[in-house]
Each structure stands twice: as structure tokens, then as C-alpha cells.
């Protein structure tokens, strides 16, 4: 099934002897000089055309290499500041999942850092430009371009190791800082730059245009229609709603997304929320983030202000996706705000899982827990919620209110072993731009210490289903977990366990209620 | 040699103070246009500021990375705190502009702390080094100048060791000498190998410290994923350049007239 070797489970966490170099034949497809220039990157020129394309950096790519991390450097504090700070200790170099699971020494986020702060020494500081062996400082050259190219894709800016360094370096500034670099002298990565270019022209992710999102969420309507007898509704572009959800494009057909949206639906439903999705802001993810281009991280979450604009929203909730939660949380008041024309009573945005959690509390839900008895639950932390983004009022919020939603609509649930989880969880392996086919080998190698935590969860607890609120862990994890025994549908969306357990006025015994149901639409 | 010595300390400490104060002024004036915390993190000022105490003072989040290296490193710097607070009395004339310090410095129990202090020091330095060696993933990424800086503050620590322990100095000589340099007034320094090892080192450290990894120093209090209040959707965050795109994006209009 892979032309790779499957890295073999251990019951304890083993940290393996670093081997330079054993992944650096992994490197994603270069992004297509029209993909570059959509983006506001120069185009890079075509060196061989054909099945596997190669592309040649832009002239004078050094200096303009160089001057781009200057003006990076003077643009960003993190980045500056992390570059000095490191002392070598070494305190992260066993927290990487990429590292855990490939061995590769370059992959321990200070050797990561280190293969841009050696050339940041060089040029920017005393002691690389004149004492540069003394120091690890080396010269900008074509092959520091290229180890460039693939170990920052090897890096899902999961943050893991910033939570454990003594100076709060983060690896994930410094990987967006290169891929910024990169992109900007004509080594953009495919996948995440065609990704973000279908943003600009369709409107989501995955280039779904309206017209057929339309068709996918009539579709859905039938099927919750047809499992539970309630005329429940996804609402596309209507004016005057009073909620704008955004959600991953994943959210409309891929599993076990899908579920998840039903579960928002039937949630939205049962507390009589005049709600819409909007075809501008079809897609809640924003891959500007992991490219680190703060230009085109605003220009996507533009259309989530113009939007609510548009159709003169009061509240916007934000469907179950990590990275897109992190833009929301974190930086769209920022890059989009202010929001003084929405209803300052609600946070703005609001999570999915916060919204739920208060309509459980005020008591708006009906809910049925055996529903949800064929499972055992764990849940995973995704990174860009657990290290990147907040829930609630009270820092930790986001690891209370998921796991307050699941246990609400569930009766069996353990968390997986310490270590794994909150703050200190692992990545699923394909977060940070990597969710494409090109770096199967890292996926399936990153996943190991969270499927070592799963694995021991079912050994020692009887787990059967891993829960999750993001969109790219539900995908790496049904196309990965795979490779190490689980089976797709073990993976579940945790409005998908809402959606299971939640009772509609209408059905069962209450269905004379339905009339009035309908009236009200 | 006492004229030499005299110079490279006062250099050094010009450098020192120089270097590290364009350095911060240069992180201060750097933007940080997005809240970049690592959370859960706290949500007001106050939280902060306990957040970054507990990291300067106890290393709290290398206490739960490692605990081999925390020792070590937790035993070298405090160590180090508590001889340079002993080394004041060299630098404090009981009746000059600092002397209200006099009192608390010359405590008995300020210096007999800081003089045992120097072996959790060595002791630290020591347990850094080995690691450094002996633990493959740590080696791999170690440069020359890794070592060096720690066998630099190694050899400070013996030499000072050295004069409390083994072959002593007249430090009311040093004193005199020190007190000297600060009212440019040079006195002669006591003649002693050591002690010249010693200053020599210590002025070597503080060249170096501006421009080497020693810059963690003020880069500990800088780093945005640590010093930042988490409440960005309560409190518009907008630094001055990226306030700029605020200004250019002017699609708000066109929205609204729709």
C-alpha cells in the first residue's frame, strides 16, 4: 500500500536516535507560475514541462531571498525575536510528531529553525558575518533553497514545540516566514496556492460553485428529512438571517464532515435560529495562514466581513475546523474587524461547540444519550484550537467546552493518556498546508504518536470512535489511521454525536408538534 | 596590565549595556501584527505578567519539557543570581549613591550564599556540557560556540572559585580597584593569576553577550507567544502596518450598497 515503511506502534513513547537527512527526498509540488502570480508572487519559469514539472527560482533569487526575510524581520516581532533567543538546549527536540515518527534530525524544531537561522546569522547579525563556522552561520545557496523547501513542509506549525520551549520560540512563525520566503522567489507550495487561488475565484477550498452547493445542501435537507421526519434547513445566502455559519467547504460532502453539518443544522433547528450559510464565505478555512502571508490571510477573511455585510447578519458562527478557528478567534477581528454592526452581546465570531454548549445549557435541547451507546468516545485536541485559539471566557475553555458538548449527548467517554491531549496533544499529521497526496509518507509517519495514544486508549478503555472538531484531522485521520489497523468510521465529527443524540420537536411521540414546526419556517 | 584590565571591563560594560539596550529597543519597535499566544494563555495583564514570572524565575515551561536539562539549567542561573548579587560589594561604596544596598549586600547570609552559590553553578554548567555531549539529539544540534559559551562561564566560575577557596585575593585591593574604575580614578589591582583570568573572562562574556545567543536574555521577556493577552476577540488587535490594509481594503462599500 505504500512504497514507504509504516512506522511500528509502541506502547510506550520511544524517542528515537536522530538520523540526518532520512526525509529529505520529500519536497510537495511546486506551485504553477499562474497559481504564484493570483497570489501576488512572481511567477517562477518552467525548467521541464511534462507529468512531474520543474521549476527554476526567479532571477537574482538571493538577494531577493535575503531582503524578504529582512523586511520579514522587521514586519514580525515573534520572528525577529526567535531567531536571536534560541540557546540550543534542546528542550523540543523530542516533541515534534514528525520527528517522533521519522527519525529525521531535521526534523527537531530547533534543527528546523536552524536551517533558516543559520542563513539569518550570515546576513543579519555580528557573529555569522564574521565568525560563521563558530556559530552554524552558512551562505544562501540553491541546496539551502531546496532542504528549505522540504523541511518546512514538514512542519504542520502545530506549535507542540512552543509550549515546551523556556523562550516561547515557535516553530510555526518561523516555517511561515520561510514559506513566505519561498513563495516569494518562485517556490510556492502547489497545493496550498491552488487552494487559495479556488478561494479567489469560486469561493471555497475545494472549488465548489454555488449552484452545486446549493444541489448538496438541498440534498442534505432530504436526508435528514428521510432519517427523521423534520423539514429541518440549510439556508444558502438568505438576507436577513441573523446567524452566518461558516464552515470548512469539507463540511458539505466529505465523512465525516457531513454529519457534523447536520448536527450544526439540527442544533440550529431545535433552538429556532434564523440562520444562513453564505456562498461568498463558503469555506471557513484560510490557507494564507499557513503559507504566512498575512496579505492574502486578509484578502480570505474579507469575504466573511463582506458577507455578513451582504446578507446583514447579527452573529457569525464558525463550523468545526482548527486552523480556521485560529483565523477566527485569533486574528479576524484583526484582519477583518471591526465588527461594530454585528451584536456585541455575542463573541465574535462564535464557535460552533460554544453556541452548542450554551443551548445545552439553557436547557434548548432535547437529547437522547443511549443514542450515541454503540460508542466509546475519545476526542482529540487539534492543534490550532488547543494551542493557537480559545473557547469561552477562561483560558482552557476549548478543551472543557468540546469535551462538555461530547459528554452531554454521550455516556461513554475517556480521555486519552496525558501527554497526548490539551495543550501538550499531538498533531494528526497533516495539518500547516500538508493535507495533500504529494507527502503521503509524512502523513502516514506523523500520525504515529497519536495513533500509538489511540491505539493504547483501546487496549486499556475500549475506545471505538476518536471524535474530532477540525476538518483536515477528520480527513488525515480517515485516510491515514487506516495504515495502522483502524477503519475510516472509527473517526467522527463531534456535532455528527449532536446530531445522533439531539430530538426534534416532531418526532416520536411529539409529532403532532410538527405543524406548528412548519408554520414557524 | 591593571590599565588594561580596567579598560576592557569598562568597554565591556558599555558594550554590554549598549548592545543589549539597541536590542530591546529593537524588538520593542518591531510590530507584532497578530495575537500570536501560545493558550490556553492568560486573558489580562496581570495573568502575564505571573505567565513570564514564572518563567524567568522557575523555567516552568522547560520544567515540563525536561527535567535533566531544567536542573541544570535552574542550578547554573540561579547560581549565577546569587554570585552577582554577592560580586555587588566589589561595586558598592557604603557611602556612595548606591549604599542604601550596603546593608542588605554585606549580610552574612547574602554572601555565604553567594559564595556556595558558584559550585550549583559550576555544578549546572557541568550537567549542560555533558548533555550537550552525550545526548545525540542535543549534539546534532550544537555549534562550536555552544560549548565554547559554556566552558567561557565554566572557567569563570573556576577562577572565582579559585579565590574564594584556594588561593585568596586581597579583596579590599579589588575593591579599591573597582571603586576606581567607577569614579575614573584607576587604582592598582591586586596581583593575582586568577583574579586576572577571571576579568579578563568576564569581559569577554560581555562582548559577546549582545551579539549571541546570550541575547535570550531580553528575547525571554519579547516573545509574543508568551507576553500577549489572549482576548483578541474582545480587544481589537491592529499594529501600525497592518493598519495600513485596513485603509486599502475599502470593500465595505460596495458590500453594504448591494
Known sequence: MADFEVPELKEYPVVPMPKDGVMSHLSPFVAKPEFQEALGYPGNKVQKEGEDPKYILIDGWKEKAIDKMGDLLDRYRGFRVFMDSCVKCGACTDKCHYYLGTNDAKNMPVARQDLLRSVYRRYFTFAGKYFPKLVGARDLTEDVVDEWYSYFHQCSECRRCSVFCPYGIDTAEVTMAAREILAHIGKGQKYDNEIIGKVFTIGNNLGLPERALADSLEGLEEDIFDDIEVPVKLPLDKKGADILLVTPSADFFAEPHVDGLMGYAKVFHATGANWTLSSKASEAANFGLFIGSYENMQRISMRIREAALELGVKRIVYGECGHAWRVGYSFLNTLAGPFDFLDQSYPIPQHICEYTKDALDQGLLNIDKSANDDMVLTFHDSCNVARASGMGNYPGGQFDIPRAVIKAVCNNFVDMEPGTTHDATFCCGGGGGLLTDDLMELRVKGILPRASALTNAVKENGVTHMAAICAICKSQFTKVLPYYGFTMDQIVSVHQLVSNAIVLESQGEEDNDSDDDDAEE | ?258
Not at chain 2, 546569587?82 to 554572601?111: K, T
Not at chain 2, 579599591?176 to 592598582?188: A, P, R, S, V
Not at chain 2, 549582545?210 to 480587544?235: C, M, W
Open chain 2, 1 to 258: 596590565m591593571s590599565t588594561l584590565i580596567a579598560v576592557l571591563l569598562s568597554l565591556a560594560t558599555i558594550v554590554m549595556i549598549v548592545g543589549l539596550a539597541r536590542k530591546a529597543r529593537q524588538y520593542r519597535a518591531t510590530p507584532a501584527p497578530l495575537k500570536i499566544p501560545v493558550t490556553p494563555a492568560p486573558k489580562t495583564t496581570g495573568g502575564v505578567v505571573l505567565r513570564l514570572a514564572k518563567e524567568v524565575i522557575f523555567f516552568a515551561s522547560l520544567f515540563r519539557s525536561n527535567k535533566w536539562t531544567w536542573l541544570f539549567g535552574w542550578m547554573f542561573h540561579v547560581g549565577l543570581a546569587l554570585a552577582f548579587i554577592r560580586h555587588l560589594r566589589y561595586v558598592i561604596d557604603p557611602d556612595g549613591m548606591l549604599g542604601f544596598m550596603w546593608p542588605l549586600i554585606s549580610l552574612e547570609v547574602v554572601q555565604s550564599f553567594g559564595k556556595y552559590a558558584g559550585f550549583a553553578m559550576v555544578i549546572g554548567l557541568l550537567g549542560l556540557f555533558a548533555r550537550r555531549i552525550l545526548v545525540a539529539r542535543v549534539r546534532y544540534i550544537s555549534a562550536p560556540s555552544d560549548y565554547l559559551m559554556l566552558l567561557l562561564i565554566m572557567f569563570i566560575g573556576f577562577s572565582g572559585l579559585m579565590m574564594s577557596f584556594v588561593s585568596h585575593v586581597d579583596i579590599v585591593g579589588v575593591k579599591t580597584f573597582m571603586l576606581g574604575i567607577l569614579n575614573l580614578d584607576l587604582q592598582e589591582l591586586p596581583e593575582s593569576a586568577p583574579l586576572m583570568i577571571h576579568l579578563s573572562l568576564v569581559a569577554l562574556l560581555g562582548f559577546i553577550l549582545p551579539v549571541s545567543k546570550l541575547l535570550h536574555i531580553p528575547g525571554v521577556f519579547y516573545a509574543p507567544t508568551r507576553n500577549q493577552v489572549d482576548n483578541p476577540r474582545e480587544k481589537r488587535h491592529l499594529s501600525p502596518w497592518a493598519a495600513k490594509y485596513d485603509a486599502t481594503r475599502g470593500s465595505d462599500k460596495n458590500a453594504a450598497a448591494q
